[in-house]
């Protein structure tokens, strides 16, 4: 029999499926739906002559053949130095300090993420590996980077040993290590100086100056900072529970320091996210207090890109498009890095009209944090610019991704029935309606509320189909 040539896109489905992925596990890793692997897979089976998972393996096996006119596509390195720092291990034996060697890795990817001359992954996609067997050149390939930073935090009483080391991605080779033992006191000049230290090892042009460094006397004391960091965690559960556990860490890090930026900031965060995904009692009320909170954490520190991408999403429900786009650019200069402050201004820019560049900043996001546990979001701005564009087949694509990631993100949801009643596909859009019903009971059209459109016309159009749809009011 012949064997067909299988596009890349099948050659990577298939052999992740025939090394023993499941339909989910191949679709979260791919950003598609479980129905569209089955597709594939189907399409697989024809033109290779197999019938089942095991004979896929066998032929893998086998032939150890590649099926296609090019290699495995990953994605491709930028110009500029790129790394991923993963999670430091945490060698304590002490399953709450997970906390603390968390947030080392954090600051120091914060750090690195603001110098223009590097590229940094996100920390939601590198902490995707905690507890996984690292192979550092696979996933030098798999994120499209030259270099990796891992290491380990051991806390002992009031004092921390910290270990580092640089990996060359496309070697394996390592670059720089070094140990460091310090007094709890350090941590944050620790943090530097393996910031400053990578970036030398690395052989650029970098160098971090006194005034890029963290001042002590601006940051929280450490006890403040470790409920800072667990309430963050606690931010990407998405549930009313953690939102509530969350802000009961904050209230305790406010009472230490009432000055510190960053406990005002997540709280802003947990508030905003309560009242947009429909947690809150009181919508505005909670998203006023999230504004205020957000303002207040910029004005405590004015160089934390995070405090200004919190007050900029916080200006969405309370119809301040403008002081939003403001205050997320903001935070794209202070660090060129940062993939939420992109992605978030890539919606702010769709809720005005500026759709091509909404869809631009959503790319960027995308590629410096393809696995964000929130990247739902990102991929419900990327359908709500190609929706107001007009380009509805690929508003549905982008929608369906947001669905899967997120059944409970209403929003994904409505664009995808907007998307099929404006292509005149009113059953498919019932059934879109149907779906989100069953993950939200309590859905209605005026859930569009906690994200308006600044034009009303088309907002009023986007109500309009969620009615055809079947949407109550």
Known sequence: MKIEPLSPREQEIAQAFANGESYR????????????????????????????????????????????????????RPDKPSIAVLAFENMSGDPEQEFFSDGISEDIITALSRSPWLFIIARNTTFTFKGTNIDVPQIARELGVR????????????????????????????????????QLA???????????????????????????????????????????????????????????TAKVLLKRAQDHAPESAEANMVLALIHHHSAILGFADDFTETMTLAHELARRATRLDGRNEYAHWALGITCWGLHKHEESIAALERAVELNPNCSLAYGSL??????????????????IAIRSNPRDPSIFFRFTGIALAHFLAGRYDTCIE????????????????????????MSDRLEQARAAIAYCREALPHASIADLDRVPLKDATRMQQLRDCLRRAGLPE
């Not at 943090?191 to 400053?196: F, H, K, P």
């Not at 982008?398 to 009643?421: D, S």
Request: with cysteine; charged share 20%.
């Open 25 to 76: 596990q191949v679709a979260d890793r791919l950003c598609i739906a479980p129905s569209t692997v089955r597709t594939h897979l189907t399409t697989v089976y024809r033109k290779l002559g197999v019938s089942s998972k095991l004979e896929l393996h066998r032929f893998f096996e086998t032939t150890n053949a590649t099926l296609v006119d090019r290699p495995k596509s990953f994605p491709s």
């Open 346 to 363: 890539g919606t702010a820019l769709s809720l005005v009209g500026r759709l091509e560049e909404s869809i631009a900043n959503q790319e």
């Open 147 to 182: 270099y990796v930073l891992e290491g380990s935090v051991r806390k002992a009483g009031n004092r921390v040993r910290v270990t580092a080391q640089l990996i060359d991605g496309t070697t394996g080779g390592h670059i720089w290590s070094e140990r460091y033992d310090r």
């Open 186 to 244: 350090d941590v944050f000049d620790l943090q530097d100086e393996i910031t400053r230290n990578v970036v030398a090892s690395i052989q650029t042009r970098v160098q971090l100056t006194a005034s890029g460094a963290v001042e002590r006397s601006t940051r929280p004391d450490l006890t403040v900072w470790e409920l800072t960091m667990r309430a963050w965690h606690l931010l990407y559960d998405f549930t009313p529970e953690s939102f509530t």
């Open 398 to 421: 982008w929608a369906n991704r947001a669905v899967h990631r997120m059944p409970q993100w209403y929003f994904g949801h409505y664009l995808l029935a907007a998307g099929h009643v």
